[in-house]
């Protein structure tokens, strides 16, 4: 039944065994941590910050770090990082959970570049004056950080990227352009793939440095996107110093690196969660819209849009938990990856797209204000509908950035079909 | 229109496109006070545009497949102009009227371009756009000083250029709904305006005792202006689809990847073809049901309904690929593409929802 998805809550629903045993082999228990996590979601979101979930409102760049450090007092916002680094060593399980149930609740976005991409870079590959320089600020969200890899002419084909660094005595000079730089406007330090040599395959001569945004001859210029966000920016870089201390590994191992954050990127895009979550908002908001006579969430034309969004959703949990516990085993099926960032974004669209035809009945207004604040003055309809289109639109880059959902394909083919 | 008149009248529209509304002229008139270009607007009914609306006699309207292509123009490059409030709903309305003398004035109003009106029918939550689900309500007073009109009305297009507005709501003597004009500036009524997904603005409306005037019954008139506003919405859909389709292939061709043309992958030259089919079969759809429309045939209901699912379907399908397929270009407010998937889902929202219409088509045969 569709309606059972959110009627149920989500302490009744069961965790699977195969999943409770992965947990115990990894000596936690996923029922008691789950419930642990729920508590404090539900308990300790600041006031200010639970009233822009409820609306579905931007955070600001002060309420993202003041959540990240409020998780950091339970160890929670590095618990992935090895427990010699100040983590707490969780596998791709603990931390999937932990990523799951925040999106369910609906709180901040984790700023991901510095927690899950850097943080695990430097602990595998960085040397111990970087790690002692850099991880502390990122654990208690003191640096924000951003991530440089695509560039104008470079997105499916990073390997061709062009930024070049110049070895000149103690300093590389890095002159060119980066793209589709999230949060920049918000971040002290980018962490960029370089050229540091020409010719070659293009995936050799490409290296991994750590740039502080506040160095002289970086430029950082947003981009206006049509969700009527300023969350992604073109960096420019004009001969700027970068000390040699900065770069991560050896020269050339910047694709081995970017493999590594790749890998991962993709299994958090999954966003098992926030579907979740999402479907709670379609069932709250069909249940208070009437068709006629009846509640809209008893009409038959809803109750199979529901069903047919519940099918894709518990298809996907269930995939994404098979990848997981594959991870969790040691394990790594190549194409998981790529199915689940394909089929997540699938999902999160597919249920945007309901619930704007939802919000379509009453007029689509887009007060653009309400986003940030209350409407101070008039406002057409629910309090939600800013927020709630603003994230459909941003939706639609889900199946673009990160590598689209095309280069999925691809490399589910190359992978799977032997081509 | 004969075919060497349309061709001519496409050209100039073409033209205008490229004269007046690149892509930095469009971002500018969205920066004006009223949402559009006056000018812009001006120079339309200057063009002859407006003239289009003017009946060939007294029984016969002017042919809606006249606008066909004016629609599909505002709707390749976007205008921001409140088309609606002057070739819309209004002209079906107006043309249900009995009285000759009544509906010339308010025509000759429209064409002259000094008193456009609003199409003030939605309620908020009433979901179909055709149902007459009012819950405004007009009496007349016991004094005999004429109609006075109460409630609330949605998403009133170009409410703000209007001069008066119709409005549909219960005639409280004959227990049934009804068309009342009533005066923009009218005591008692109230504009709240607001911008829309599309960037463009609306308003709702709010009546308190408003002196109104009867025009005619309510359910035929709803029907009519509906099913004009459909297929109008159809014709600038056209427009959205065509020039996603021609940005799209042009990116493709252009943008360079692995060492190729994107367009050399077969993969997207198979979405693009899909995109393009669609396009093709919603021309030929859009042109028979304004036909069906002119001839006032008896399954344009059914046409209508037909149209609106295709069209959304086929809207939908093509922008939101136009967007995958430029990558994160497309969801930039640097191209057009962005803006026709926001226009798309304005428009998908003004006549009732595609899944309301499939319904509708389903239970009656």
Redesign the interface.
Known sequence: MAATLHAATPAQEAERAAVQRAAAAAGFDAARFRAELRAFCRDQVPADIGTRMRQHQYFTREQRIRWQQLLQTRGWFVGHWPKAHGGQGWGPLQRFIFVEELERAGTPWLTHFGTSFLGPVLCAFGNDAQRARFLGPIRDSTEWWCQGFSEPGSGSDLASLKLRAERSGSHYRVNGQKTWTTMAQWADWIFCLVRTEAGGKPQQGISFLLINLKSPGVTVRPIDTFDGGRHVNEVFFDDVEVPVEHLVGQEGDGWTIAKFIVGRERLLVTEIGKAWHLLGVLHSLASTRREGARKFSDTAAFRRRAAELEVQYDSLRATAYAAVLEAEAGREHPVDASLLKIRGSELQQAIHDAITDLLARDGLAFQIEGLHDDIDGYRHGDARLPGLLHEHLHCRAASIYGGSNEIQRGIIAKTALHV | MDNDALHLFEETLARYNRERYDAVQWSDYGRLPQGHAPERWAELQAMGCFELLQPEDDARPAPLADLLPLYAAAGEALWREPLATVFAEPVAVINQLADLDQRRTLLDGLISGERPLGYAH?E????AADAIATTATASTAASGTGWRLSGDK??VIGADVCAGFLVSAIDAARGAPAMFLVDAAAPGLQL?R??????GI?A?LRFDQVPAQRLCDGAAAVAAANARGTILAAAEALGIMRGANRDSTEYLRER???GQSLLGFQ??QHRLVEMLMRQRECEALVAAVAEAFDHASPTLPRQVLVLRVAVARALRHIT?EA??LH??M?????LRI??Y??RA??L??LHG?A?QAL?ALSEHS
Do not use: K, P, W
């Open positions: 939605r908020t939550a009433d979901g949605a998403m709240q607001y911008r829309c997904i599309d960037d609306a709702d360079r990847q692995f993969a997207l939101r967007v995958q990558g994160g497309g969801v930039t407010q640097a962005g803006r998937y926001r889902l304005m998908d929202s929802t899944d319904e």
